[in-house]
């Protein structure tokens, strides 16, 4: 079976290399040409993706990088794994979904299934991409099915394989072939009823997570007002062995999904004429904390940033991979500096970011901040000459000093 999937990112990639390993011929297609040479010389971004695994796919015919559609044409299934961000009003901007439709309907032959793995507002199946290419396409029998992307990227316990896999179509035999396909590398399928009960499990799943860390979040800055840290009162929380379930303060969320999702399903929510003010107060306690957080800091240090040398431990939004989308010690920084900070950064996956280079963990700075503690890093020279550090990581792991949040 040949299967394309647009868009080679950390959604598409991995979904190209499991399809591959699994047999099917596989056309991995990316409007970014860069990417598509990287690839094709087996350079990946994706942490869950290797190197040895690209160059040996290809080497098998397994799978082909492109980023010309007409290598497109002969493909029974088609998958979007593209980009949906937000604009600058927070507000759905699929453009590249759009475009990623339009160049489905160029190439596509009659009985194809068309899967969306791309996160979007509930309907966006339904009501945009089955109008979009059944009307460029000039075709009737298309098949139509969801199954929206789980990855976690660097999560060494769960994967494509064994994260269960939830699909919904627009007809029986849409969601047949649909698991079918899926079957074949994912351990466990789980089909409901319609599109659209997909797309909101996925919308949920990551609003579940961002109301609760703004939950804790705010609990955080009241715990500060008696000072004591909230992570200790959620630790004890959690001895409790039933209806409880720990979620620990940060500076903020970060990545693609959690800072994003939220807002798809409060624009689905409008769309429908109702409104979700929880989900819209998690989004704003959740952004805004990066800023709350560097006047707790200043507070810390007596009242005055002006000068004062802060050098900050990982940038990324989670540990142990390179991606900066979103993540909200970038907030962190500028919000520092614009108090007075002298701020630099140490991060073993970010070599340069906004002109900076990654420095060393120093001895001397006035204050150290742990925010993206990544396993390789070594925080023993702070330690050794006792650099005032604030532990603001959102884990209840001990890195050798107490938690600041």
């Given at each position: 079976?040949?299967i394309s999937?647009?868009?080679?990112g950390?959604?598409g ?6 399809a591959a390993?699994?047999g ?11 990417k598509?040479?990287r690839?094709?010389?087996g350079?990946s971004?994706s ?14 015919g ?6 010309d559609?007409?290598n ?9 794994a593209?980009?949906t961000?937000l604009?600058?009003?927070?507000k759905?901007d ?7 439709c339009q160049?489905?309907s ?16 509930i309907?966006?199946l ?16 298309l098949?139509?099915a969801?199954?929206?992307?789980r990855?976690?990227?660097?999560n ?8 269960p ?6 007809t029986p035999?849409a ?5 079918d ?15 659209e ?8 799943e990551n609003?579940?997570?961002q ?5 804790v ?17 959620l ?5 409790k062995p039933?209806?409880f379930?720990?979620f ?6 970060g990545?693609h ?17 109702t ?7 998690a ?9 709350k957080?560097a ?5 810390k240090?007596?009242?005055n940033?002006?000068?004062k040398?802060?050098?900050?431990a ?7 991979i ?8 970038l907030t962190?920084?500028?919000e520092l ?10 991060d073993?996956?970010v ?9 060393p ?13 990544h ?11 006792n650099v005032n550090?604030l ?9 050798g000093?107490p938690?600041?949040?």
């Amino acid at each position: 079976m040949i299967i394309s999937i647009i868009g080679q990112g950390y959604v598409g990639l991995p979904i190209a290399i499991s399809a591959a390993e699994a047999g099917h011929m596989v056309n991995g297609f990316d409007i970014d040409t860069g990417k598509v040479e990287r690839l094709t010389r087996g350079i990946s971004e994706s942490p869950e993706v290797t190197s040895e695994k690209i160059l040996r796919l290809q080497s098998n015919g397994n799978i082909k990088f492109s980023s010309d559609k007409e290598n497109l044409s002969d493909s029974s299934i088609f998958i979007l794994a593209v980009p949906t961000p937000l604009d600058e009003s927070h507000k759905p901007d699929l453009t590249f979904l759009i475009s990623a439709c339009q160049i489905i309907s160029k190439v596509v032959k009659p009985g194809a299934l068309i899967i969306n793995e791309s996160t979007s507002y509930i309907g966006t199946l339904r009501n945009l991409i089955k109008p979009t290419i059944d009307k460029l396409s000039n075709i009737n029998n298309l098949e139509y099915a969801v199954a929206p992307e789980r990855i976690d990227p660097g999560n060494k316990n769960w994967n494509i394989k064994n994260t269960p896999r939830v699909v919904g179509g627009m007809t029986p035999k849409a969601v047949e072939r649909a698991v079918d396909f899926y079957s074949s590398f994912c351990d466990h399928i789980n089909c409901v009823s319609k599109p659209e009960v997909a797309e909101a499990a996925k919308l949920f799943e990551n609003t579940f997570r961002q109301v609760n860390i703004a939950l804790v979040n705010e609990f955080s800055d009241i715990s500060s007002h008696f000072d004591f840290s909230a992570n200790e009162a959620l630790i004890a929380a959690s001895t409790k062995p039933f209806g409880f379930m720990p979620f620990y303060p940060g500076i903020g969320v970060g990545g693609h999904c959690i800072p994003i999702d939220p807002s798809y399903l409060t624009y689905s929510a409008k769309e429908v004429d109702t409104d979700a003010p929880l989900v819209n107060i998690a989004n704003k306690i959740n952004f805004s904390n990066p800023i709350k957080i560097a006047k707790r800091i200043k507070i810390k240090l007596g009242g005055n940033l002006v000068d004062k040398e802060i050098q900050i431990a990982g940038i990324t939004y989670k540990p142990n991979i390179s991606d900066l989308r979103e993540s909200p010690a970038l907030t962190l920084i500028k919000e520092l500096k614009n108090l007075g900070a002298k701020v630099s950064w140490f991060d073993p996956f970010v070599k340069v970011y906004d002109g900076e280079e990654s420095q060393p963990l120093k001895s001397s700075v006035d204050l150290g901040l742990i925010v993206t503690p990544h396993d390789v890093i070594d925080f023993s020279i702070w330690k050794t000459f006792n650099v005032n550090v604030l532990d603001l990581s959102s884990t209840s792991k001990n890195y050798g000093w107490p938690k600041f949040l």
